[in-house]
């Protein structure tokens, strides 16, 4: 027999466990994404096409990348001032505000969707004075912005944590004392240091956000053509029976989320040596 | 300049880091701060950089109140165990950051920044490598480059925590070296924290000696070496075979060892001989015997290890010459020198 690494298992072992994860992947998520692509263009691509060239897909579509576009920068600043207060900073109540960061992980989304309906729906706590105001967040897009933020904001602040109390306040201390100013200190030395981190904390939020159901759903109210996301409109065809048109967005969403994680992907070849990926 | 440190007073949470301590350094003096973990001395110096900010207590430079003023405004210069570089810029950038930061007419043109740098560069024995970055250096080539860095600024004062610590031994000794010159060749006064009492001993014009967040005694080396005022530093500094016993009548009694021990106040004790205190007496001179257990010769030094009848263990340092012939298992008369006895 060959030498091999204290670490490393017999071959045989190795190959199992390869084939159990192979196996896994390949029910679990390849075979369901190929059926998507599959059912999308069952009945050829003219079809497909038209399904998302209906006005209100294209609608739905503007939707989800207006909500991503407001969510993630609204997220990166959040995240990045949550992570700079958790990482280099000691005061009391630390512990509880890495508990209320992780909050949206834990609870279901459907739940968030009920808190801001209770909160600013008309039957809500601010309900009378939203409608005196005629201020609609509840059933409009105000809404979905902020229930796509509450089940996402974990991504960015969770991926730059570690990082940031990784990399310690040494370097903050040497800017500081060699005469920076705090905003100098950031923008010279914490901002380059947890650019990448920062980017792969964006990409995945930019992912959750397009593909969020749940909570939206409870406070969109589906008017199609106005409060309709991409994962909604999938919803309602589906619903109708209208198959192809379900699957034709259905695979535009996989599609952007490829884009999403291949460009993730590129960014850790670039960078080889910055970090190991971490998801 | 010249550094003040009156009655400061600092505690994390419960625990006490500084408890009144009070330090004159001079300007141009290299000064350590030496003690065990946790006696305070890092917080000290980062007090004095403005790192940290005493509860009670006063730091002046040159009598001018610095006690609560921003690192930022104090311009010192600060050296970290870990060196700190920015890892993201080049070396020449990494030493011209503290220029770079400033504004307007304090800012520097940019030739005499590059100027800066690369006589910096020399001064380190680290010439061209401005280009570098800081993951492309060894562990020792970090810390001068971190050291040219604080030295950019012209500092008033070049504070440095454990500047060797995370070094192997050989860098340390020839970093050592490097410093002394470097200090020599500025002039600036330099505080520096160590726990290691060889590197505190060879490099410094004084040594504070912390220990629980207090100053137990402040000299050259050789006075807290061969005059310690207390327990602590006799114990701390160099090496000593510490006894327990009593002193009655300027006597110190410990077991079958009896020492003089003139000043002593009467009551329990402790005495602290150094190895090298300790002498093979000439037949019925001894003041006590040890049966040997080890001998070992490190070039000019025999140092002997054994045990006293009652079973206290002691350790002597003999010139090689006069352990000639003893074997592991003899019986030795020894007298001490000199011992240093405190009231316990």
């Known amino acids: 027999m060959s030498p091999r690494h204290a670490t490393e298992d017999a071959p045989w072992v190795k190959a199992l466990i390869l084939a159990v ?62 992570a700079w207060a958790v990482a280099k900073h000691n005061f009391p109540g630390k512990s509880f505000l890495i508990t209320l960061i992780d909050l949206p992980f834990s609870v279901s989304p459907v739940v968030a969707g009920l808190i801001y309906v209770m909160v600013f729906g008309a039957q809500g706590w601010f309900g009378d004075w939203l409608i005196d105001h005629d201020i609609k967040i509840i059933f409009a897009i105000p809404g979905i912005i902020l229930a796509t933020i509450f089940v996402t904001f974990p991504f960015i602040a969770r991926e ?46 930019n992912a959750r956000a397009m593909g969020e159901f749940g909570a939206v759903s409870v406070v969109s109210g589906h008017i199609r053509g106005l409060t309709n996301t991409m994962p909604l409109h999938v919803e309602i065809l589906y619903n109708e029976y209208d198959f192809v048109g379900a699957f034709a967005v259905a695979a535009l969403l996989c599609f952007l989320a490829i884009v999403t994680l291949a460009l993730k992907t590129l960014l850790e070849m670039a960078q080889p040596q910055s970090r190991p990926a971490r998801h | 300049m010249t550094i003040s440190i009156r009655s400061v007073e600092k505690t994390f949470g419960r625990y006490p880091a500084l408890n009144g ?33 005493p509860e009670k207590g006063q730091i002046l430079f040159n009598d001018q109140d610095m006690t609560y003023a921003s690192a930022a405004a104090r311009q010192v210069g600060f050296v970290f165990q870990q060196y700190a570089l920015f890892r993201h810029m080049t070396l ?39 280009k570098r970055y800081p993951a492309q250096l060894s562990g020792g080539q970090r ?11 012209s500092p008033s004062v070049l504070l440095l925590d454990e500047p060797f610590g995370a070094l192997d031994a050989t860098v340390r000794k020839s970093l050592r070296k490097e410093l002394r010159r470097i200090h020599d060749a500025t002039g600036v006064t330099t505080i520096f924290v160590t726990h290691d ?28 070496h061969d005059s310690p005022v207390g327990a602590f530093v ?65 070039g000019p030094v025999a140092r002997i290890e054994g045990k006293t009848p009652g079973g206290q263990r002691i350790e002597a340092a003999f010139e090689r010459n006069s352990a000639e012939g003893l074997r592991r298992g003899d019986k030795l008369g020894l007298t001490a020198q000199k011992a240093y006895v405190f009231s316990a």
Request: aromatic fraction near 6%.
């Open chain 1, 21 to 82: 994860m192979a196996l896994f992947l390949a029910f679990i998520l390849l075979l369901p994404m190929i059926s998507v692509f599959y059912e999308a263009l069952r009945k050829g691509w003219e079809p497909a096409k038209a399904a998302i060239q209906n006005p209100d897909a294209l609608a739905a579509i503007k939707l989800t990348l207006i909500t991503a576009a407001v969510t993630v920068p609204f997220n990166a600043v959040f995240g990045v001032c949550a």
């Open chain 1, 160 to 205: 730059l944590i570690p990082l940031m109390q990784e990399q310690g306040v040494d370097e903050e201390e040497a800017a500081v004392s060699l005469g920076a100013s705090g905003l100098r200190t950031f923008w010279s030395v914490t901002a380059p240091n947890i650019r990448w981190g920062l980017l792969y904390g964006v990409l995945l939020c």
């Open chain 2, 21 to 53: 301590v009070s330090l004159e350094i001079a300007d141009g003096e290299l000064l350590a701060l030496l003690g065990p973990s946790g006696s305070g001395k890092t917080t000290l110096l980062r007090a004095i950089a403005g790192l940290e900010f």
């Open chain 2, 92 to 130: 020449a950038k990494n030493i011209a950051f503290g220029l770079d930061v400033r504004k307007g007419a304090a800012k520097p043109p940019k030739a005499e920044i590059d100027k800066r740098v690369d006589d910096l560069l020399n001064l380190v024995e680290l010439p061209g490598l401005g």
């Open chain 2, 143 to 153: 810390q001068r480059v971190a050291l040219a860095r604080a030295l950019a600024v």
């Open chain 2, 197 to 224: 009492q060889e590197e505190a001993l060879e490099l410094a014009d004084r040594v504070a000696i912390l220990n629980h967040g207090v100053i137990e005694q402040v000299g050259t080396p050789q006075e807290v």
């Open chain 2, 234 to 298: 006799a114990g701390f500094v160099g090496e000593a075979n510490r006894l327990e016993g009593s002193v009655k009548a300027g006597h110190f009694q410990g077991g079958e060892i009896a020492l003089p021990a003139q000043g002593a106040a009467d009551g329990a004790a402790v005495a602290f001989v150094r190895p090298h205190d300790l002498i093979r007496a000439p037949a019925g001179e001894e003041s006590f015997f040890i049966t040997t257990d080890r001998i070992n010769v490190q």
